[in-house]
């Protein structure tokens, strides 16, 4: 498996977390102890469909696409073009605000949310793609987060899943061995260290779900990144399954999970199942093209970690329909 296929395999994989994950956010667990006068109403599956952290990761990945150097002017010029073509839907309340301050002439570096409230998981949610450049300068990483979160710790968050991908991309990590503990040497003191300290060595994804599943960076990063560490055992959808079940905000714990989780064993290593249930969706064709483009233009042929190699001695197929577990 190549670069491009670890690229294609992260903005597939994202997307159908995403998909996954929307129809499920912030549902509150049924009572079971309820009574129905009229008889217990049939449960309907939840709808797929792509939401902003989708929409946004692909015009970051267009964005990069169309230009040589990536910087936050770049990116903000595509967010506010696609926000005027209407193009971006159930954006929170921090992106939202930044946009609309783009749309009057506001400075992309004044644009973003200020203050607590601001450490959501909005950049974490888009950064992604930026893991794939040759090289990476943290400072633009941070001024393209700060362009909807001015926040350290939304920047940490969004730092953790480059570094996770990148991790990947460099050969450090086979999903054999532990994810988090690559991650904690790389970032500074916050609250976001603080919580991977705390799960690393959980195993139990419920427990650290428990913790917190919300769009706080500090509650959504960490769980997203526990759980691809467990992509090797139980595979995608049953790690997606897990996550909606957790509950909170699910769509972007999917994604970036999704995200992790493709660039580890690429798009033919997730279940027939959910890529045609991707494939179907009307906003299919704009993802394929951004990711073929984008690849493309990136010339990215470069060798990554081979699947084989990921999947050696694990009793897995490519569909992950029987778990795998360590003896």
Request: charged residues 25%; hydrophobic residues 40%.
């Amino acid at each position: 498996m190549n670069k491009a296929d670890q690229f294609e395999g992260c903005i597939l994989g994202g997307a159908i977390g995403d998909a996954y994950g929307s129809g499920y956010e912030y549902l509150t667990k049924e009572n079971e102890s309820a009574y129905y006068l009229f008889g217990k109403p049939k449960t309907q599956e939840p709808k797929w469909q792509i939401t902003d952290d989708t929409q946004l990761t692909l015009a970051t990945v267009e964005a990069m696409t169309e230009t040589a150097e990536i910087s936050p002017e770049t990116i903000a010029d595509k967010f506010l073009s696609d926000f005027r073509k209407g193009k971006l839907s159930g954006l929170g309340a921090s992106t939202l605000g930044a946009f609309r301050a783009l749309d009057v002439g506001a400075h992309w570096s004044l644009a973003g949310r200020k203050g607590e409230y601001a450490a959501g998981n909005g950049p974490a949610m888009r950064i992604a793609p930026l893991a794939f450049l040759d090289e990476i300068d943290y400072s633009i990483v941070r001024d393209i987060c700060f362009l909807t979160h001015h926040n350290d710790e939304a920047y940490v968050g969004a730092k953790c899943v480059v570094l996770a991908i990148r991790e990947i991309l460099n050969g450090n990590w086979n999903g054999k061995s532990c994810l988090v503990e690559k991650i904690i040497p790389q970032i500074p003191d916050t609250r976001v260290r603080d919580r991977l300290i705390r799960v690393k060595e959980m195993e139990n994804l419920e427990a650290i779900g428990a913790l917190g599943n919300d769009g706080y960076v500090v509650n959504s990063v960490p769980l997203a990144i526990a759980a691809a560490n467990q992509t090797l055992a139980f595979g995608p959808e049953e790690i997606f399954s897990k996550l909606v079940s957790i509950g909170g905000d699910t769509d972007t714990n999917c994604s970036i999970a999704g995200q992790i989780m493709g660039t580890l064993i690429g798009k033919k290593a997730f279940p027939d199942n959910l890529i045609k249930k991707l494939e179907r969706l009307a906003e299919y064709p704009r993802i394929n093209r951004s990711v073929k483009r984008f690849i493309k233009s990136k010339k990215l042929v470069s060798r990554g970690l081979s699947l084989q190699s990921a999947l050696q001695g694990l009793n897995l197929s490519f569909t992950f329909s029987t778990p795998y577990h360590d003896p």
